[in-house]
């Protein structure tokens, strides 16, 4: 992008997207044509996936009635996916879908609070893979759902053709119908995401970078003070946007099932 | 898009044309999660026993809307040189 920064001084590199592009740390392995590696991405997402896995073992291994400690607080967030998110968009049908759904939510939220955590600060719904591959997941569910409810030829006149619209609009609400649900959704769901991430990193990245260059023995070290706390700030916001586009992604997808189960309220 | 960068630099702008795209991109979903938050609470306000619900579709409202101003702050990375 080539962007020009005036400083009062040259040096500071603001961070670009190829701060998100991570060397290989172990060697290449060649599959197929395909060029696999381990780098800081896979790694955190490895973790990220152990991590859940092992909230999940550790809250539930031996569950009480009366639920305490770690149990109790799991139980919680379980039951605001199941209430909240199921429940709430899909209603008593979809219960069948709140494992997979509570996974989606804890594994995306993980993912994405690895972002503020220090040390790890990488949120790993930054790069493309893996809220393309969510989002493909989510459009495989609900297509299924769709075509296992109504059958194909079913199905697809539910999404192209909508009832209640007299039949020469079907010229111009067809197309849109039909590539709003099944070509926008899955973009749109990953895009959203990703955007989220890539935004948030950025944020954290100039105003802890520009803490630090900043923070030279001149007047700018009063402005280290300001881009230190609004970084702090910014910390807090990063949490709460972690949470909340886990929630989006999995509400989003619990409507998309919904919708494709029955069409409209 | 180095196009119009070169020919704004040949009449002396100089400058990233991803910031401007942004400034634009932001205008369209800073009204709409303006619009959602207001009438969200004035619908918290005049029913408040149904606030959690309200609350719940307002969340919604405004990640898709946020979705947009930050497709726009993505793209010039996207599309950009």
């Given at each position: 992008m080539g962007a020009v920064v005036l400083l009062a001084r040259a040096g500071f590199k603001t961070p670009t997207t190829e701060d998100f592009v991570w060397p290989c740390i172990t060697p290449h392995w060649r599959v197929g044509g395909a060029d696999l590696c381990i780098n800081r991405t896979v790694g955190l997402t490895f973790f990220t996936a152990i991590v859940v896995v092992v909230l999940f073992l550790l809250a539930?291994?031996?569950?009480?009635?009366?639920p305490t400690g770690l149990q109790n607080f799991m139980e919680v967030v379980v039951d605001f996916v199941r209430v909240g998110i199921v429940q709430e968009v899909i209603g008593e049908r979809g219960l069948i879908f709140v494992p997979y759904l509570t996974t989606l939510f804890f594994f995306i939220f993980v993912g994405n609070v690895l972002g503020v955590i220090p040390g790890l600060q990488f949120p790993i719904n930054s790069r493309m893979a893996l809220p393309i591959f969510l989002a493909i997941l989510t459009w495989i569910l609900f297509n299924a759902v769709g075509i296992r409810e109504h059958g194909v030829w079913g199905y697809t006149k539910m999404v192209c053709f909508p009832s209640g619209v007299p039949w020469p609009m079907y010229i111009l609400v067809t197309p849109i119908e039909f590539v709003s649900t099944v070509v926008v959704r899955p973009i749109t769901l990953s895009v959203r995401l990703l955007a989220n991430m890539i935004a948030g990193h950025l944020l954290l990245t100039i105003f802890f970078l520009g803490t630090a260059y900043l923070l030279q023995p001149s007047i700018t070290a009063l402005f280290a003070v300001a881009s230190f706390a609004l970084g702090v700030v910014l910390v807090g916001f990063e949490m709460f946007v972690a949470g909340l586009q886990a929630y989006i992604f999995t509400i989003l997808t619990a409507q998309y099932i919904g919708e494709s189960h029955s069409a409209g309220h | 898009m180095s196009a119009v960068v070169d020919l704004a630099a040949s009449t002396g702008v100089t400058g990233s044309l991803g910031a401007v795209a942004y400034g634009l991109a932001a205008i369209g979903p800073g009204v709409g999660i303006g619009l959602i938050f207001g009438h969200g609470v004035e619908a918290m306000a005049r029913q408040p026993e149904a606030a959690g619900m309200i609350r719940t579709n307002m969340f919604i409202g405004f990640a898709l809307t946020e979705a947009l101003a930050l497709l726009g702050i993505v793209m010039p990375f996207v599309f950009g040189k």
């Open positions: 539930f291994r031996k569950p009480n009635i009366v | -």
